[in-house]
């Protein structure tokens, strides 16, 4: 039986408001719809009027912290947002809205439009899942939406999320929100996440860390790294 002091297995990540204390075996890396779809040209995002470059900048330091976790042998989850092919599980008010040229489910060069098993749909291969990492089929923007993430989470005992992924105002955000309400304690490294809208990032950052962590505690991929290490 171990002697160490239950304290030694507390770390703490540098961040905003204030530092975030967490133990390894109960942290989680949550990486939000690294998807093509979203990424690349021809997809989602590029469908709603977005420059997708803008999102790669996240590329490089999520695969550090991914790296990282999996060399740590801590908890990596993925997740998608996308539909069934016969769209039964997509809301008529989103497959409506936007009133653009091409819908959800329209077929573009990657395949159809957020529809699962498309090549669109799938996650870039710099960040593709490895073998028995929880991959997440989401129909929202919130990853605990129509999702049995929560069951999976508590089951492995997990209370604290790195949160990394695009959008930083959409998907980042719904999911920071909803873990925050149950209970999770979230912190999104600011390297990790990207918007279509550079202003969107910063202050839906700041809105996180306002009012002493309102939803969580913003970060980086190296400060986190450094806790792990
Ligand atoms: N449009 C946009 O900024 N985001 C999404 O539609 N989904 C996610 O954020 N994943």
Same mark, same amino acid.
């Given at each position: 039986?171990?002697?160490? *002091?239950? $304290?030694?297995?507390?770390?703490? /990540?540098?961040? $905003?408001?204030?530092?975030?204390?967490?133990?390894?075996?109960?942290?989680?890396?949550?990486?939000?719809?690294? $998807?093509?779809? !979203?990424?690349?040209?021809?997809?989602?995002?590029?469908?709603?009027?977005? &420059?997708?470059?803008?999102?790669?900048?996240? /590329?490089?330091?999520?695969?550090?912290?991914?790296?990282?976790?999996?060399?740590?042998?801590?908890?990596?989850?993925?997740?998608?947002?996308?539909?069934? *092919?016969?769209?039964?599980?997509?809301?008529?008010?989103?497959?409506?809205?936007?009133?653009? @040229?091409?819908?959800?489910?329209?077929?573009?060069?990657?395949?159809?439009?957020?529809?699962?098993?498309?090549?669109?749909? &799938? /996650? /870039?291969? @710099?960040?593709?899942?490895?073998?028995?990492?929880?991959?997440? &089929?989401? *129909?929202?923007?919130?990853?605990?939406?129509?999702t049995d993430l929560e069951l999976i989470l508590k089951n492995r005992g997990i209370k604290t999320l790195i949160v990394?992924?695009?959008?930083?105002?959409?998907?980042?955000?719904?999911?920071?929100?909803?873990?925050n309400d149950r209970g999770f304690e979230c912190l999104v490294p600011a390297d990790c996440a990207a918007s279509y809208f550079p202003d969107f990032h910063e202050t839906a950052l700041r809105m996180i860390a306002a009012?002493?962590?309102? !939803?969580?505690?913003?970060?980086?991929?190296?400060?986190?790294?450094?806790?792990?290490?």
């Amino acid at each position: 039986m171990s002697t160490a *002091p239950i $304290q030694s297995k507390v770390r703490v /990540i540098q961040a $905003q408001p204030y530092e975030l204390a967490f133990e390894p075996a109960s942290t989680a890396l949550l990486i939000i719809d690294m $998807q093509r779809d !979203f990424i690349e040209p021809g997809g989602f995002g590029a469908m709603l009027g977005n &420059d997708v470059s803008l999102l790669r900048r996240a /590329i490089e330091p999520i695969g550090a912290l991914l790296s990282a976790f999996r060399e740590a042998g801590l908890l990596v989850l993925h997740t998608r947002e996308g539909h069934r *092919p016969d769209l039964s599980d997509a809301p008529p008010s989103k497959l409506a809205r936007g009133r653009g @040229e091409t819908k959800i489910g329209d077929v573009g060069p990657m395949g159809r439009i957020l529809i699962r098993g498309e090549a669109g749909h &799938d /996650i /870039i291969p @710099e960040l593709y899942p490895l073998a028995g990492e929880p991959v997440i &089929d989401k *129909p929202g923007k919130g990853s605990f939406c129509q999702t049995d993430l929560e069951l999976i989470l508590k089951n492995r005992g997990i209370k604290t999320l790195i949160v990394c992924g695009v959008t930083t105002e959409v998907c980042v955000h719904t999911t920071v929100r909803e873990a925050n309400d149950r209970g999770f304690e979230c912190l999104v490294p600011a390297d990790c996440a990207a918007s279509y809208f550079p202003d969107f990032h910063e202050t839906a950052l700041r809105m996180i860390a306002a009012q002493g962590g309102i !939803f969580g505690w913003v970060s980086d991929s190296a400060s986190v790294i450094a806790a792990l290490s």
